[in-house]
């Protein structure tokens, strides 16, 4: 993939060769800069476990105003973003833009999902709500159980992994060059970043050093510290061979764990997720874990029991203390911050990208990502080193 020893410095070195350094990197480039990405491990990243929904709307909360204008502002990018990518590297970007239907088991859920879309409709998005009947004319495949359910129509998926390889792709022929290896700490003098030190002690030159390294961007030397964890979140992979799938994403609560199911285009997949656990980077995959998916993913559609269970994974969420991202300075002039996605990095692609590409050629963070600075904890007395 790369020959770290003829990389030489940059105008940018990014730090992480996720979905989010990914799109940086070739965002940058574009706009004529000289980048070099640092790509740790790929296997490991975030990016190639996630169920991959473009959710602004079902993953939003009463509090998170601004966080929900972010999570629109990139799904409003992300049609013409992946017909870009994919023209860019003659690769499907994998966007799906077909309706998420979030379904209640009980009476309770039913009336929470009343009371959620009343919320959306005050803060003006379109959902519609259904009977178990219409419910079932959506996707036949659901449960008799069902007592009703909530459709929102602008919440989309996307096949995070051919994504994820059409960007590399179009930031190869773009011009980006690429290091196999892990950036130990960021180098300053005076407070002004100068490069990055790798962990094989060799020195890459920069002026400006973009941190997209996820859940692990904590870990540096040379930076103020981070406020970034890692939640774990164990995934799974169903093949339903010849057997029907969902055609929606379907999304439901169930024992007081949220599960949902994201089928892919090409029928041969569907994605089902996840636990949410504070364990830090536990990578086990547990017995307990798979049978709470698989025990709640049949309780809304009963035809899973039957599909091949095609992969079982661990990833790591960047969560930050509001599990919010951070975006724009980090505390040095020339380090940037595009990290602590959480549960919505896949969304959060086209739009970090740009916003951070702006950020280092222009010294200018767009409105709609201010709320997301890192100095928002220091205010909060959750202050930085
Ligand atoms: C189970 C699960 C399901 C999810 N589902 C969704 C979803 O449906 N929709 C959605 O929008 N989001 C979802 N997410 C969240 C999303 O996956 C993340 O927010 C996003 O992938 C973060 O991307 P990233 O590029 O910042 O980090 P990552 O994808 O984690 O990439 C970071 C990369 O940096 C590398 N790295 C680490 N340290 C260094 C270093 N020192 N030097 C160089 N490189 C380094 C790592 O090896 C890794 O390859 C999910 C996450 C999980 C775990």
């Excluded at 011009?175 to 700490?185: I, L, N, S």
């Excluded at 079982?312 to 930050?320: I, K, M, Y």
């Amino acid at each position: 993939m790369t020959s770290p020893p003829s990389v030489t410095g940059a105008d940018v070195v990014v730090v992480g060769g996720g979905l989010i350094g990914s799109a940086t990197a070739w965002r940058l480039r574009q706009a004529g800069l000289d980048v070099v990405v640092v790509t740790g491990e790929r296997a490991a990243a975030a990016s190639h476990v996630a169920a991959g929904m473009l959710a602004p709307v079902t993953e939003t909360t009463f509090t998170e105003q601004s966080l929900l204008r972010l999570n629109q502002a990139s799904l409003d990018l992300y049609a013409d973003f992946a017909a870009e990518v994919s023209a860019a590297s003659d690769r499907p970007a994998g966007l799906r833009q077909v309706s998420t239907l979030s379904v209640a088991l009980d009476a309770d859920d039913g009336a929470k999902l009343g009371v959620f879309a009343e919320f959306l409709t005050r803060t003006g998005h379109h959902t519609q709500r259904l009977t178990s009947r219409e419910c079932k004319q959506h996707e036949p495949l659901l449960a008799p159980s069902i007592r009703s359910g909530l459709l929102v129509e602008q919440d989309w998926s996307c096949d995070n992994r051919l994504l994820w390889a059409a960007l590399i792709e179009a930031g190869r022929r773009a011009g980006v060059r690429e290091v196999a290896g892990f950036v130990h700490g960021v180098r300053s003098r005076a407070d002004q970043v100068t490069g990055v030190e790798l962990a094989d002690g060799t020195t890459l030159p920069a002026d400006h050093v973009v941190l997209a390294n996820g859940s692990w961007a904590g870990q540096l030397t040379g930076i103020p510290a981070l406020p970034v964890r890692p939640v774990k979140g164990q995934i799974l992979r169903l093949d339903p061979g010849r057997l029907p799938g969902p055609s929606l994403t379907v999304r439901a609560f169930s024992r007081g764990s949220e599960i949902y199911l994201v089928p892919r285009e090409s029928g041969r997949e569907v994605v089902v997720g996840a636990t949410v656990e504070e364990l830090g980077f536990d990578h086990r995959v547990t017995a307990g874990g798979v049978y709470e998916l698989l025990r709640d993913a049949r309780q809304v559609l009963p035809m899973t029991a039957e599909y091949a269970l095609s992969e079982t994974s661990v990833g790591w969420r960047p969560g930050t203390p509001d599990n919010a991202p951070l975006l724009g300075g980090g505390g040095l002039t020339g380090l940037t911050l595009a990290t602590g996605h959480y549960r919505n990095g896949v969304l959060l692609t086209p739009v970090t990208a740009d916003v951070t590409a702006r950020f280092v050629t222009t010294g200018e963070l767009d409105e709609v990502a201010r709320p997301f600075t890192l100095d928002r904890f220091a205010a909060a007395g959750q202050a930085v080193r």
